[in-house]
Nanobody
Framework: QVQLVESGGGLVQPGGSLRLSCAASGSILSIHDMGWYRQAPGKQRELVATITRIGNSNYADSVKGRFTISRDNAKNTVYLQMNSLKPEDTAVYYC??????????????WGQGTQVTVSS
């Protein structure tokens, strides 16, 4: 079994920063793309940022220049550094990873989500 466990969410004032972490554990042969998604109340889940195994990243236009995604392959962990946070960044943030658990077993996994609230 594979688990993704997120941490680092919380309440922050506008303009502040938070760093999210997501660690994958279990029967993992390799981890391909990893990423962060978010879902605000009453809205659909949306992509925030993704990163390939070799470090190529992609961002939603709404977070470019403010958020940075990174990963540590040795620790099976992906991070999201969020700076200059705005109230509209308030959402539940979900970690996502494409993980190979067997020779022909490649699946997408999700974390349980961590709440980020930006408010004064």
């Amino acid at each position: 079994q594979v688990q993704l466990v997120e941490s680092g969410g919380g309440l922050v004032q506008p303009g502040g920063s938070l760093r999210l972490s997501c660690a994958a554990s279990g029967s993992i042969l390799s981890i391909h793309d990893m990423g962060w998604y978010r879902q605000a109340p009453g809205k659909q889940r949306e992509l925030v940022a993704t990163i390939t195994r070799i470090g190529n990243s992609n961002y939603a236009d709404s977070v470019k220049g403010r958020f940075t995604i990174s990963r540590d392959n040795a620790k099976n962990t992906v991070y999201l550094q969020m700076n200059s946070l705005k109230p509209e960044d308030t959402a539940v943030y979900y970690c996502n990873a494409v993980i190979q658990t067997g020779r022909f077993a490649l699946s997408q996994y999700w974390g349980q989500g961590t709440q980020v609230t930006v408010s004064s």
